[in-house]
């Protein structure tokens, strides 16, 4: 004999209202940005309306809710609002600033210094070769590094392409040509311990990367060092805030998708942030 027992909640499903933490000008300003994209490339129907598909993308972006979830709740199917996902990210993704683009607005505005610094954003566990590289043995976790730069308030200018979690800081900011690219913007960058030996420019050259000084087991700090450090912490500080407001977007929590994806996704998330900070 076969049992056919309906789910406790029902064929559909319950269905609830939640408030989406952010401004209704990052709403309306996807949205006119979706509009443009969907006259731009011919699209002249969608499921839903542009409005509408920008709150359902920003739901799993700030709040990392489940696109079946959302789905259901919109009456259209999973995968219809996972490529909605990837199409907003890679649209956003293409409006990041680049990096020596960055350094010449904040030159042309009279800035002298940005901040630098690196996070690593949590991953779930891979399987084969891939779990190796993506293991962070100093945040001891797997995830994907990525690099940033904010101004002296903390706003943040540029963030990296997403490398394993093993790659270090500073093979990383040189993979970019980070001091190259400081030099021909006339700017310097202050970081913390983590950069130590970033800057490989001759003694006589100003640096372009300023760092605290280290401690070793037969040479400790010296009184003057420990206060220059104190003073570069206090200067540096902001870049945590700039960190602080792009890991707001709580799909960043632990990203579940392909890593070779989560470089248009920081960028993305990047491009949010502004509209978010500079409204």
Known sequence: MKKNNPPVEGPDGLV????????????????????????KIGSRWRALPAGKIAGIVLAV????????????GNGIHRTTVTRWVREVVGLLAARAPRLDRALKKIARKGGGVVLLDGSVIRTRRRTGAENRKNYSGK??????LVTALTDDRGRLLWVSA???????????????????HLRAAGLGAIADLGFVGLDDSGPDADPAVITGYKAARNRPLTRGQKLSNKALAA?????????????????????????????????????????????
């Open 16 to 39: 609830y209202t939640a408030r989406l933490p952010l401004p209704s000008a990052t709403l309306n300003w996807l949205a006119d940005l979706l509009r443009g994209h969907f006259k």
């Open 235 to 279: 200067v540096r500080a902001p870049v945590e805030h700039g960190f602080a407001h792009l890991k707001n977007w709580r799909v960043l929590g632990k990203v579940r998708t392909d890593p070779r994806w989560a470089t248009a996704l920081v960028r993305a998330l990047l491009v949010l942030t502004h509209q978010e900070v500079a409204r």
């Open 61 to 72: 972006l700030r709040c990392d809710q489940r696109p079946g979830d959302l789905a259901g």
């Open 139 to 144: 945040n001891k976790c797997h995830g994907l």
């Open 162 to 180: 997403a490398r394993p979690g093993r790659t270090s800081e500073i093979t990383a900011c040189r993979h970019d040509k980070l001091t190259a």
